[in-house]
């Protein structure tokens, strides 16, 4: 027991898993409670046992499992996560409990089984009983069977599929075991209750003793259709509501609903397709051929046998069908003609939709043979043409019946009647549209009238059928003159005929009319019953009668419980009215009297012809009111209206009289049942009113009236012909201009345009103006509906009209027909029957199709012909391809019938010569269009194959494929397309670029359809398969198309679908179907036309329905009792005619208004990031086009809806180019708003940009440059840097400009490019640039080689991409173009690089030809520019040329319009002397140190920084005082509103006008130099900073630029706006308000302006460079030092990332960083540190160490070095307690490097070998502890090491030594650096010299941070004085002093003191102090990089002898000069 105990403390699921049986057993009892009493079905209870169920099932123990079994059952009934466990349960039960001794087990599994199925598990159970049939243990397969059996019984034949099951049934029924067979008998029964005879073909093979039990079983079972007795989960509210209803006693309904599941499964569905090509007798093509026919019966035979399959394999039968049509077609012996069509119809039987595509061909061929009389050959070729009609649609083979019907032999004429009799009992309503009875009816009216009877007979069959299928009011139109026996006949036959649809026949709305189906009674209500009497009685009476009272009561009849039915009131109610118009007859002037007289008052008859007009018009009011009283049912129209036309009738002369009889016929018209003879009666009349001044509009509003009542097309016909009848050409011109009204009102549906063509043409040629002018009116409103093809008809008509028709087209393009508003009853029909069919054009289309005068071309295809385009030889097959080609040009329109020619072609869509494939395809675009919807019939044996195309590897080919597909399919719609498996057969296959297309094309197609065929389904499995190719594309275009096919074939049948898949694929399908749910777009509301034509009648469809809020509101005015149906159609016509209609669109505008108030752009994160990577990923297209096709447009339009206001898409997409104009107003409004968004969007801006270039309209392409033009000032002020992607898709447009015409557009588009420069660097231009040379277009030639120069110019050398010699090579190549602009643009290019790079250039360019090379030379002598400067700069051809290069950008810059030389001493020079030349700059002047221990030797030494302290010139030319001093608002009297007059004054620094600004500058300097009054600028810092630099970038961008501005004012502004900013930086209070951002953007604009070279080349502009100068120093010195430290680290990483930017740009950036680095020993305190250390993290995240090293200077790495290394000097370990504003400091390169540092500057202070050991010198080893003497001296080094007591510890260590003269000192001194040892070594020597009296240098001095040292180290290691750090900057008056004595020496004159102008001060990077020439600056800087060791060696040296000048310098300016003296005086006798 003790062991019990044990396992019955555990938990239930531990139990559940014990190993003990009694153990289990518990736990199975106990989760069987606990799953009892659970009552929420998604408790996380169940979710413990998900593991566990399985072992429930499959326990090894009896009892147990029983046990277990049970409560898996209870599981799986009530947990929500069950579903999870179907396929582990389901194998268990199979395998362990179908096994099982126990009947009891048995049932649990069963059970547990089928409550799988009733949880949505049904697939996965019936895959695992279906791998049960396999086991070898016949009690298992006997399980599952039953299992299968009871599933099926229970759920009914939709949940179990039945076609696997079917499949297994012969070998269930082969097995040995009898419980086997007798189970396969049982479910055989069961399937055939569901399935019936479907299921007999399956098992026609099974053994005949068991075929014979199964037919007695199926006998017996009852007839009536079999109902699930259980229902999934999601359909239990369905047996809910069953089971009340049959409570309720009638479940008549659900019969109703269910009657349709019966022929539920079809038995081809379930056979195997059998393979038969490969089965051909080896030689069956030859002995077909053999003349003996024997042979050909023999090949025939075994043809038979094959196609015995009742089910075919797809392939390609086009060879095979092809030689039966022929035997059929020519073979004289009948035998081998029936035997022939007998394999015809075993093909077409077997292979079904698939055999739609040779249909064609065989059809004419079959019908012309019926020519046979006998018997047995008849029979089976209607056989054979029965079963193919089966395989295709009327619609495609009508045309060749058609055809034939024509034929004069009778037995053809009849036999083709026949045919199209039995077709028609096989069509609906919807697939026999009045398009195709129409041609159909006319034959037949032809053979009801043959002499032959059987003729008569066949035809009069067909037209009973065609009645039967489509009902009176679609076939009476075309019986109008039938006489009334044919008639009567016709009807007869039709209530013969027997529909193949049966039931459903006889319920569809459409076929009430005829014989009733029995039973149908209870559904379809009397008013069906009343319809059948009164059509089977065909009385002109009560046929008059019933279609009255049908449109006046309420249209619900017999409805909806029929799947066919639609919209029937509005059908019925114009079948009614066509009925009436057709019967009523004419009624002789008597008993019209008589009826009149009854209705009107007496005394009204009397005086209608009286001769007093008084009397008459008395008459015709009286006649109004009576008319206006009368019920419609009793007014007699015809009788009313015979009255108004008895004399003085329609010639009354007396216009009131006649006005008011016009009106009474309206009112006639309108009020009663008006029909044709009433309307002939009047109509003449009308139109000889029409014309007249006073009538004409009474006689109008009667025509339209009349026209309301006996529809437009009949009406205009005749009012047309009587007005052309006669000559009064105002009365022609005045009905014209009424029926151009008409039919906007009515529409254009059902008008007989060729009838008006010959009118119009009349009209056309008339000699009156007026009625031309109508007529071109006419034409106009006729274009809106037939479209383009209208002007074929008037082609031939002389120039000018034709001008004048084109003109009126013209205005009327892009406008779309309105809606009609009148003739509501035949638009609500046009409405419903395009609701049948989305696809069919409705009648109107068709007869705008049937004008066009097609040519009939199949006699041209011969077979000559068709074997050209089959030839081996390429060319030609080209000839026959371009015959054809020729041949349908010629045609223009064709007839369908083209002969052989789709075989032919259909050969060269895989020709292995893509050319011709290409020119198949141009071809077949050609055919669709020449062939229009006819070309329906030739989609499956051409269309499909062009599908196949779309898996060509090319790209062309496949574009051109597309490109075929979508003209075929605006012809044929997408039905033809979507039927059958063709579709899915393509997508099958496993071609990436075929799936992509394919794809592509579908999604793009599906969104406009309103309905697809069934077969979408079958395409499911492969969009699947799509999901999860290995081909990126593909899987996204399968994506993109997913809520497509979801949009047709809904969630649940593509959710189901993914039941084939794998466990993994089909969660992520799952998942994808889920996501595409959600973005599922809603069907199209109205029919969206797949047909290109603009056919008439398909327009007004197309705007219909509004929206359903108009609708609802509206449809109570329109009619008492409406239909919902006829109300939808209606829409528009409602929305016209009611109040609340014309509201609904206002709010709409006025919510679109509101909507245009937010923000244009719309900020998505990473969505431009994302939108890179798809390009790049290839997941869309690349943008790189010619021309823009229509698929970039869409592209971009998709891109852009997520981040771009929808109301400003629509304008950047219209059509129209003033919507793009009002765009790019907006986008400029909203530029500086919107910053943000436009860059976040602009990638999506540049290219819908470069969409307009390709426009033709000029205001749209100025617009567009404009814009463009802010927008890169914009970027360039944002500092945005404009990514590849932006610029490679976008410059190769903007460059595409620069060759327009159009002087002022040039002038943009280079004003664009050069603004570029500045967010896009110059060196990635160039190659653009250079790419647009090779334009066609000369003038782009020519100006981009323009602009390449000015690229030289302006940046140098090193823009020339790939390299300058390969550049220049192709500028040279363009010396020798045609064009004199190109090759001057060329020559002076390359005289500019000559201008920069000297002789050179000749190299570079490589061998020229003698003329070219001439040419060039003269250019440059011409252009006297001899290059002085340039080769000295060229001394050393390296790498680091570059260096040099940009170092003297600013002479780069220069215009060329000044020699070189000139320019490069201007630069140096000091005071603008002429000998100003010799002047050394401060970088290369003589060092005296460095001479004066100059031992002989070249020594290097470390570069030092230019020290900047400009304090001490005071020379007031620096500071340009104002000129102009303005009185205007004081600031005296400021008192009350000092801030706002600041805010004003300020706001006008940054004016446009240059006065306006200078004068509110003077107002602001007045009040900095008052001290008083400086504090009330306190708080508007920023704001005047942003105001300075804003008018700086003003003037560099604008004023500069302009030519009409006198530069004197700039200077003057210029002068103001310094003199202003160094007035402010003097004072430091205020000085420290300004901001980070505004001090970078400041000093931005400060070095910009110092770099500018127009300023140099300004007179005075020297001086404002000078000035900016001091202003820079003053900036550095008194802002608030965080601030501009901040602002300088990011300017100066802004500049490294553009390197747009000169280099020259960063240097000086650097420059002033080093300054601060200098600064920071006395500042360091006052400095952020963390906000420091994170713009150096964020910079070095940035620039990483790898990414700085590789760029062209080194100075970065270096400043950046410096600046970390200063810090850690200053700070200690402290500074890594600093670095608290870096998130991830771990991953920080920022505090590995100073780790690093600090490390070395504590560990490793000796080690000369190890490079980074300077780095630390400045701590002496503090673990040295030998003894107390150590201790004390190193205490002492300590102090010295200190910022504070340094120099307590040099006083300190000077007694020590005094005191221990023998001390050695030595081991603390060797560890340190170089530096720091001279710095004690001369730390000593001033205190002696200092205690001993010798000089008065004051060791407060120290020495000055002179970071010179670390300013150009060697590139390896940062070499770094760590010595005193205490010590004050050396004042400039020192070096002044020096530099006097130096130009004493040199003989020059002291009197000015000439300082350097800033440039030369900033601009140059600081060098060794040695030499005096660029020559030696080269090579010391060669040696530097070359010689590490040479430096290390020479630095003892150089470093003490500096650090004793260095100390000497920090003294008093007396004693500096003495020493001077002294040493001067050395020198000199040293060198004597």
């Known amino acids: 027991m003790g062991d019990d105990s044990e396992w019955m403390k555990l938990p239930v699921d531990q139990k559940c898993e014990h190993k003990l049986w009694k153990a289990r057993l518990s736990g199975y009892e106990e989760a069987l409670k606990i799953f009892q009493k659970i009552r929420d079905e998604k408790s996380p209870e169940w979710s413990k046992f998900l593991g566990l169920i399985k072992k429930f099932v499959t326990d090894s123990n009896a009892v147990v499992q029983l046990k277990g079994l049970e409560a898996a059952l209870v599981y799986v009934e009530n947990a929500h996560v069950a579903g999870k466990t179907t396929g582990e349960v389901v194998s268990g039960v199979v395998s362990k409990v179908f096994n099982q001794p126990k009947a009891k087990a048995k049932e649990l599994g069963i059970e547990i089984c089928l409550m799988y199925i009733e949880i949505e598990k049904g697939e996965a159970v019936q895959e695992e009983l279906l791998k049960g049939l396999d086991n070898k243990n016949p009690k298992i397969i006997v399980a599952c069977v039953e299992t299968l059996r009871k599933a099926l019984s229970e759920f009914g034949s939709k949940i179990i599929l039945l076609k696997p099951i079917i499949k297994v049934l012969p070998k269930l029924f082969e097995s040995r075991d009898k419980a086997v067979r007798e189970e396969a008998k049982l479910i055989a029964v069961e399937i055939y209750r569901w399935i019936r005879d479907a299921l007999r073909p399956p098992l026609q093979n099974i053994n005949s003793v068991q075929l014979k039990e199964l037919e007695e079983e199926w006998v017996r079972l009852p007839t009536g259709a079999p109902k699930p007795t259980r229902f999934l989960r999601s359909q239990q509210e369905l047996e809910a509501k069953l089971e009340q209803q049959q409570c309720a006693g009638g479940d008549a309904e659900g019969g109703g609903d269910d009657g349709d599941e019966v022929p539920q499964i079809d038995a081809y569905e379930l056979l195997e397709a059998a393979e038969i090509l490969s089965k051909l007798p080896k030689d069956f093509y030859d002995k077909i051929e053999a003349k003996k026919w024997q042979e050909r019966k023999e090949a025939l035979e075994a043809v038979e046998v094959l196609v015995k399959n009742p089910k075919l394999e797809a ?123 129409k041609p159909f009816c006319a034959a037949l009216l032809k053979h009801i009238n043959d002499s032959a009877p059987e003729v008569r007979d066949a035809a009069f069959e067909a037209l009973g059928t065609a009645l039967k299928v489509v009902g009176e009011k679609a076939v009476n139109p075309f019986l109008v003159d039938v006489d009334k026996l044919k008639l009567d006949r016709i009807k007869e036959c039709s209530e013969k005929v027997e529909l193949v649809h049966g039931k459903k026949a006889g319920l569809s709305a459409e076929k009430k009319d005829f014989k009733p189906v029995p039973g149908r009674a209870a559904s379809s209500g009397a008013s069906g019953d009343k319809d ?52 009523e007859p004419e009624l002789s002037i008597e008993v019209c009297e008589e009826k009149a007289s009854a209705v009107l008052p007496a005394t009204c008859i009397q005086l209608l012809d009286s001769s007093n007009w008084k009397e008459r018009l008395a008459c015709m009011e009286e006649f109004q009111k009576a008319v206006e009283l009368m019920d419609r049912t009793e007014m007699p129209c015809q009788a009313l209206v015979r009255m108004l036309a008895k004399k003085p009738g329609w010639k009354e002369t007396n216009f009131q009289v006649m006005q008011m009889k016009l009106h009474i016929v309206a009112l006639i018209a309108q009020k009663g049942n008006f029909s044709k003879t009433s309307a002939q009666i009047v109509l003449d009349g009308l139109v000889d009113k029409i014309g007249d001044v006073k009538c004409g509009n009474n006689a109008k509003e009667a025509m339209t009236a009349i026209a309301e009542a006996c529809m437009l097309p009949w009406t205009a016909e005749q009012v047309m012909s009587m007005a052309f009848s006669q000559k009064n050409p105002k009365n022609q011109s005045e009905t014209l201009n009424w029926l151009s009204n008409a039919i906007k009102e009515f529409g254009f549906s059902g008008l007989n345009v060729k009838a008006f063509i010959s009118n119009v043409k009349t009209a056309l040629a008339a000699t009156n103006p007026a009625v031309r002018t109508s007529a071109i009116t006419l034409l106009g409103v006729m274009y809106l509906y037939v479209g383009p093809s209208l002007r074929m008809f008037f082609e031939d008509e002389k120039p000018a009209l034709l001008s004048q028709i084109d003109a009126e087209f013209e205005k009327m393009q892009g406008q779309s027909p309105p809606a009609p508003t009148r003739g509501i009853s035949k638009h609500s029909t046009s409405g419903t029957d395009e609701g049948d069919d989305g696809d069919e054009p409705d009648d109107g289309g068709s007869d705008v199709v049937d004008l066009l005068p097609r040519t009939e071309i199949s006699d041209k295809i011969t077979s ?107 012809q044929t719609g997408m039905k033809e397309w979507l039927e059958g498996e063709d579709l899915s057969e393509e997508l099958k296959k496993e071609n990436p670029f075929l799936r992509q297309e ?25 969009l699947y398969s799509c999901l999860e190719d290995r081909n990126g594309d593909v899987r996204k275009k399968a994506q993109d198309a997913l809520p497509f096919f979801m949009m047709h074939l809904g969630y649940e049948k593509m959710a189901k679908a993914t039941g084939k898949l794998k466990p993994t694929s089909k969660d992520q399908v799952l998942a994808m179907l889920e996501k595409a749910k959600a973005n599922m777009p809603a069907k199209p509301a109205a029919p969206a036309k797949a047909t290109s034509k603009p056919v008439g009648g398909s327009a007004p469809a197309r705007f219909q329905p509004t929206s359903a809020s ?49 923000p244009i752009f719309i900020v998505v994160p990473n969505g431009k990031e994302q939108r890179m990577k798809d390009e790049k990923g290839l997941k869309v297209l690349k943008w790189n086009f010619t021309t823009p096709r229509d698929e970039y447009i869409e592209q971009l339009k998709t891109q852009m809806s997520s981040c771009v206001a929808k109301w400003l898409q629509d304008e950047m997409f219209h059509s129209d180019f003033q919507h793009h104009n009002k765009a790019l107003a907006v986008m400029v409004d909203h530029l500086e708003s919107e910053k943000e968004g436009v860059i976040g969007c602009l990638d999506l801006i540049l290219k819908w940009l470069t969409l307009r270039f ?118 040279a190549i363009h010396i020798g173009d045609r064009d004199n602009a190109v090759r001057n643009a060329a020559l002076n290019t390359i005289v500019t690089v000559y201008n920069v790079h000297g002789d050179q250039v000749f190299k570079l360019i490589g061998t020229l030809s003698e003329k070219d090379m001439s040419m060039l030379e003269e250019r440059i002598k011409r252009s006297a520019k001899r290059p002085s400067a340039a080769p000295v700069k060229q001394v050393e051809e390296k790498p680091q040329r570059t260096q040099n290069m940009s170092s003297s950008a600013s002479m780069l810059r220069k215009g060329p319009a000044e020699d070189m030389s000139s320019k490069l001493n201007q630069a140096r020079s000091l005071s603008g002397h002429p000998e100003a030349a010799q002047t050394v700059r401060r970088e290369f002047q003589l060092d005296l140190d460095e001479i004066e221990n100059d031992n002989g030797t070249v020594r290097c030494e470390m570069p030092e920084l230019v020290q900047h302290k400009l304090d001490d010139i005071f020379e007031p030319v620096l500071i340009p005082e104002p000129k102009i001093r303005a009185v205007s608002p004081h600031f005296d009297d400021m008192h009350s509103n000092t801030a706002s007059t600041i805010n004003f004054i300020i706001s006008q620094v940054a004016s446009g006008d240059i006065n306006t600004s200078i004068q509110a500058l003077t107002q602001i300097d007045e009040v900095l130099r008052q001290e008083d009054k400086a504090e009330a600028m306190s708080g508007h810092i920023d704001q005047f900073l942003i105001a300075t630099f804003m008018q700086l970038r003003l003037i560099y961008n604008t004023h500069m630029a302009d ?304 970071m010179e040292v670390t300013c150009v180290p060697a590139p390896t290691s940062t070499v770094s004085s760590i010595g005193n750090t205490n010590g004050e900057e050396v004042g400039p008056s020192v070096y002044l002093e020096r530099l006097k004595i130096l130009r004493q020496r040199c003989g020059l004159d002291n009197t000015k003191d000439d300082r350097p102008p800033l440039t030369s001060l900033l601009s140059k990077p600081a060098v060794p102090t040695v030499a005096s020439s660029t020559d030696m600056l080269h090579s010391k800087l060669s040696q530097l990089r070359e010689s590490r060791e040479q430096h290390q060696h020479s630095d003892l040296d150089s470093n003490q002898t500096h650090s004793s000048g260095t100390m000497t310098t920090s003294s008093s300016s007396t004693a500096n000069i003495d020493d001077l003296k002294k040493r001067l005086e050395r020198i000199k006798s040293s060198r004597k």
């Open 315 to 437: 392939g390609d039968y086009a060879d095979l069908v092809k030689a039966l049509k022929k035997v059929v077609g020519k073979d004289t012996n009948v035998m081998l003609v029936a035997l022939a069509a007998k394999c015809l119809t075993g093909l077409a039987v077997g292979l079904r939709k698939k055999f739609g595509q040779y249909a064609g061909h065989v059809v004419p061929t079959i019908l012309e043979k019926f020519k046979e009389k006998k018997p047995q050959v008849v029979q089976a070729l209607q056989e054979a043409i029965d079963a193919i009609f089966l395989t295709t649609t009327l619609q495609n083979i009508s045309e060749d019946v058609l055809a034939v019907m024509d034929n004069k032999n009778p037995t053809i004429k009849q036999q083709t009647s026949l045919f199209i009799a039995r077709s028609f009992r096989h069509c609906t309503a919807t697939t026999l549209p009045k398009s195709l009875l």
């Open 532 to 583: 059948t009497k009164d059509n089977s009685v065909p009385k002109p009476g009560p046929l008059k009668k019933a279609p009255a009272t049908k449109a006046g009561g309420p249209p619900k009849k017999g409805k909806p419980s029929a799947p066919g039915g639609t919209g029937s009131a509005g059908t019925k109610n114009k079948r009614g009215l066509e009925a009436k118009e057709i019967v």
């Open 864 to 970: 000559e012909l068709v074997s050209k385009i089959g030839d081996k030889n390429w060319k030609i097959r080209k000839e026959g391809l371009d015959e054809v080609a020729g041949i349908i040009n010629e045609a223009k329109f064709i007839q369908p019938n083209i002969g052989e020619l789709p075989t032919a072609l259909k050969g060269r869509l895989n020709d292995s010569n893509k050319i011709l494939v290409q020119q198949t395809l141009t071809i077949l675009q050609q055919l669709a269009v020449a062939m229009g919807p006819n070309i329906k019939q030739h989609v499956k044996n051409l269309g499909i194959p062009i599908l196949t195309v779309l898996g060509d590897s090319k790209n062309n080919v496949r574009a051109a494929a597309l490109a075929t597909v979508n003209a075929w399919a605006e």
């Open 998 to 1022: 394919l794809l592509g094309w579908l999604a793009e197609k599906l969104p406009t359809l309103r309905s697809t065929p069934t077969d979408l389904i079958l395409c499911v499995p492969h």
């Open 1110 to 1158: 108009v609708e609802d509101s509206v449809s109570s005015t329109v009619e008492p009792k409406p239909d919902p149906k006829k109300a939808k159609a209606l829409g528009v016509s409602s929305k016209v005619k009611s109040a609340p209609g014309k509201k609904v669109p206002s709010k709409t505008s006025l919510k679109e208004d509101e909507d245009k108030s937010g």
């Open 1254 to 1371: 390709f426009d033709t309209n000029t205001s749209v392409l100025m617009k567009a440059l404009e814009y463009l033009k802010l927008l890169f000032t914009l970027l360039s002020d944002e500092e945005y840097h404009l990514t590849e992607n932006e610029a490679s898709s976008f410059i190769p447009y903007l460059i595409l400009k620069v060759g327009e015409p159009k002087d002022v557009i040039r002038k943009d588009v280079r004003a664009i490019l050069n603004r570029m420069c500045l967010v896009y660097p110059a060196s990635k231009m160039f190659p653009f640039i250079m790419e647009g040379t090779k334009s066609k277009n000369s003038k782009q030639r020519a100006e981009c080689l323009e602009e390449l120069g000015c690229l030289v110019e302006s940046y140098g050398m090193n823009v020339c991409q790939p390299t300058p010699g390969k550049a220049l090579k192709e500028i």
């Open 1603 to 1906: 030519e009409k501005l006198e530069k004197d004012e700039i200077i003057k502004l210029y002068s103001c706006i310094i003199g202003n900013m160094i007035s402010l930086f003097q004072i430091e209070s205020l000085a420290r308000e300004a901001s980070t951002g505004v001090l970078k953007d400041l000093m931005h604009g400060l070095i910009t302006l110092m770099l500018d070279s127009r300023v140099e080349d300004l007179e005075e502009g020297q001086q404002v460079i000078r000035s900016v100068n001091l202003l820079v120093v003053k900036v550095l010195e008194k802002s608030d030092q965080t601030n501009i430290l901040s602002a300088l680290l990011v300017l100066l990483q802004d500049s490294l990332l553009t390197t747009a930017n000169s280099p020259k740009f960063s240097e000086l950036v650097m420059k002033c960083l080093w300054r601060m680095v200098r600064l920071l020993p006395d500042t360091i305190n006052s400095i952020n540190l963390d906000r420091i250390l994170l713009d150096i993290h964020i910079f070095m995240k940035v620039f990483p160490k790898e990414k700085l090293k590789q760029c062209k200077s080194e100075f970065p790495i270096r400043t950046l070095k410096t600046l970390l290394h200063t810090l850690c000097k200053l700070k200690g370990p402290k500074i890594l307690d600093h670095l608290t504003m870096i998130d991830n400091k771990n991953e920080s390169e920022l505090e590995a490097h100073l780790c690093r540092m600090m490390k070395h500057s504590m560990d490793q202070m000796g080690s000369k070998s190890d490079k980074e050991t300077e780095k630390g010198a400045s701590r002496i080893d503090e673990k040295s502890s030998k003894a107390k003497v150590n201790d004390f001296l190193a205490e002492i080094f300590k102090k010295i090491g200190s910022k504070e007591n340094t120099k307590e510890g040099l006083a300190e260590l000077y007694e020590y030594k005094k005191k221990y003269s023998d001390a050695d000192i030595e081991p603390f001194l060797k560890n340190s650096s170089q530096f720091f040892q001279s710095y004690v070594e001369r730390g000593l020597r001033v205190i002696e010299m200092e205690r001993e009296g010798k000089g008065r240098i004051p060791t407060a001095a120290g020495i000055s941070p002179q």
